[in-house]
């Protein structure tokens, strides 16, 4: 297994070239995926571009595109990206303007399950389970086994259309209790097919996804899969039930890396983010009735939990402890002490968001001065920004609320 160094000791510099899969990224720093908020009608905008353009100037090794769903229904909002071939130039587009500022790009791509908004899609959101959720006031449709063998596939073309629109990588979500990290609850799942049950029964989703959007790459760009560590929330995905479901996907053998996350988009964001809820935010995006609803009984959704620099690192040793598999830490990353503790523990590569968003030169920064320190305050005030098109609030003022802003809250950035 690997310890709390590489093998011979050295430590790996995160600001140098690194492997990932097939690909060479110019430093072990990602973009984390955050939902951007600047997409219309599925398609790729000028201003998506210029969002991930900053962030490749700014000197990551990778950014992160989100989120692509991989079908309708599967969407947080309908105004999201949908793989099909419409939606090919204007990533292409995208991914060589990243490329020409020197960074890697990759697409997250992943069904949105429960988390998906029927109101807004137009069509009932799928689940492992017949759900009621409070905040659409709708049912969850429990999906059959044709809705998993077709969602299967979809990744599966999803990621080669990614490959054929020259992502250098994809990134599967398998958390935030998006479809199939809804299917690894023991909470959400209540199942008694083979997709439910036992863990085997109720990771069998995240496995099969795996393997055919690695059959559809063969190869030719890198895999990664964002995996929950806990849900943070009773009954859900604990650390001991994820690490095995690491030790699964390993011995598939169909991820070059996992990025370690936490938090259920669904019953308690802000276990990813940490920090102070921005209940006054929310409710100012949201259109009466919601609005009174969100100031009345926000809290009961968005908790606030401590912030510290690093802060999913103690259950990402679990996970490191017990794969060999390349890992992506996540969670309160924001100068060169943090990145290069986690260098030390075994990680090989670190992903920034909310930083980011503040500084999106923050890498450069730290690159000419080790000693720089990251601005951001952890506020989270841009968790409420999404509705408007994802940003730091702090150095200007908010944009005009767009058509998403009649919707239920349950979309997140990242950490």
């Known amino acids: 297994m ?19 899969g097939p690909v060479t990224l110019r430093n072990r720093v990602i973009k ?6 600047l997409t219309r009608k599925g398609l790729v905008t000028d201003e998506l571009i210029a969002f991930h353009v900053r962030h490749a100037a700014g000197g990551v090794g990778m950014t992160t595109v989100a ?8 969407r947080t909002d309908r105004r999201q990206i949908v793989w099909r071939p419409e939606a090919l130039p204007g990533l292409r587009r995208l ?19 429960p988390v998906a908004d029927p109101r807004s899609n137009r069509a009932p959101a799928l689940a492992p389970s017949r759900r009621f959720h409070a905040a659409t006031a709708t049912f969850t449709r429990a999906a059959t086994r044709d809705d998993l063998t077709r969602i ?21 979500h398998l958390g935030h209790n998006y479809l199939a990290s809804s299917f690894l609850s023991p909470r959400l799942n ?3 097919d083979s997709y439910g049950g036992d863990l085997a029964g109720r990771a069998r989703l995240c496995l ?24 943070g929330v009773r009954g859900g995905l604990r650390i001991d039930e994820a690490a095995e479901v690491a030790r699964l996907l390993e011995r598939d053998g169909s991820l070059d890396a996992l990025e370690l996350t936490a938090g259920s988009s669904l019953l308690n964001p802000m276990y990813l983010f940490r920090g102070e809820a921005p209940l006054k935010e929310f409710a100012a995006a949201m259109r009466p009735p919601l609005r009174l609803g969100v100031r009345l009984f926000g809290g009961l959704l968005l908790h606030d939990h401590p912030y510290r620099d690093a802060y999913l690192l103690e259950d990402a040793r679990r996970i490191r402890a017990a794969v060999d598999l390349p890992l992506v830490l996540v969670g309160g990353i924001t100068n060169r002490r943090t990145m290069d503790r986690a260098m030390r523990e075994g990680f090989q590569f670190v992903a920034m968001a909310r930083a980011l968003l503040r500084e999106p030169d923050l890498v450069e920064r730290i690159r000419a001065d080790a ?39 349950r979309r997140a950035t990242a950490p």
């Open 67 to 74: 989120y692509c769903a991989v079908a309708p229904e599967g």
């Open 32 to 37: 984390a995926a955050t939902y951007e908020g």
């Open 95 to 113: 991914t060589e303007a990243v490329h020409a500022e020197g960074a890697a790009v990759s697409a997250q791509i992943g069904h949105a399950g």
């Open 208 to 231: 099969e996804t795996a393997r055919a959007v690695r059959d559809a790459t063969g190869g030719r760009i890198a895999v990664l899969a964002k995996l929950n560590m806990d849900d």
């Open 152 to 172: 299967v596939r979809a990744h599966a073309g999803a990621a080669a259309m990614a490959a054929e629109a020259g992502f250098d990588a994809v990134e599967i």
């Open 371 to 409: 000693g720089t320190e990251s601005s951001c305050v952890h506020c989270n005030k841009c968790m409420a920004a999404i509705y408007g098109g994802t940003r730091c609030v702090l150095d200007d003022p908010p944009a005009p609320r767009g058509p998403a802003a009649g919707g239920t809250g």
């Open 2 to 20: 690997t310890g709390t160094a590489p093998p011979g000791g050295d430590v790996p510099d995160v600001l140098a070239p690194a492997r990932l």
């Open 190 to 192: 209540r199942r008694t």
